[in-house]
């Protein structure tokens, strides 16, 4: 069995995803865990999120060690650790969780909206990620409004930059994360925007 099947099968084993798995030259052993999410079923509520902490990647770590020394795997450090604030999402099930929340997405190959309201070759948009009309494909939508600087005064009588969507389906997309942003007012519902929390 190859040394990738241990780490998934362990990692599945004592209750996790395994998130991404990476092995760098310098001897690193990286693997990224998260807790499995269901989807709710229908008229359920959303259910609230839970983190890995300390411990779970510890007892993982542990487990681990044990598993590849016996597997023989040569490797100089071992990383076990949670997705971060710019988890990555890799299939429909990550982008049914995080349906709602603000996205990177990189695309394999530029596309232009129609319209030419987007660059031709343009391939990576930031913006909220969304079921498409069509309810098989999914949507990103932003607005290219400006940010403002802090202090900045910004005209009341200025119209907002339109919103724009662009859909696509999972086999389009080369890279997909949550966008790391950090918001020190606290936490909110999933899928609250920050003028309804602000």
């Known amino acids: 069995m190859a040394w990738q099947d241990t780490v998934t099968q362990t990692v599945t084993g004592l209750g996790f995803d395994l998130v991404d798995l990476e092995r760098s030259a310098g001897g690193l052993l990286r693997v990224t865990i998260d807790w499995p999410w269901q989807p709710p079923a229908a008229g359920e509520a959303r259910q609230a999120e839970r983190f890995v902490t300390v411990e779970d990647c510890e007892s993982i770590t542990r487990q681990l060690q044990y598993l590849l020394e016996v597997e023989g795997l040569d490797y100089r450090r071992l990383e076990v650790g949670s997705p971060g604030i710019d988890r ?8 049914m969780r995080f349906e709602g929340e603000v996205v990177d997405i990189t695309l394999k190959a530029p596309v232009g909206a129609n319209g030419g309201a987007v660059s031709a070759s343009r391939k990576k948009f930031r913006g909220t990620l969304e ?24 005209s009341k009588k200025r119209p907002p930059a339109p919103l724009q969507a662009l859909a696509f389906s999972l086999d389009e997309i080369q890279q997909a994360r949550l966008a790391p942003i950090v918001d020190f007012k606290g936490r909110k519902a999933p899928g609250a925007s920050a003028a309804e929390a602000g």
Do not use: C, H, M, Y
Request: glycine share 6%; hydrophobic share 30%; net charge negative.
């Open 131 to 154: 079921r498409a009309a069509d309810g098989v494909q999914w949507q990103i939508v932003w607005s290219d409004e400006p940010e403002t600087k802090p202090g900045q005064r910004v």
């Open 88 to 95: 990555p999402l890799r299939n429909d099930n990550d982008f």
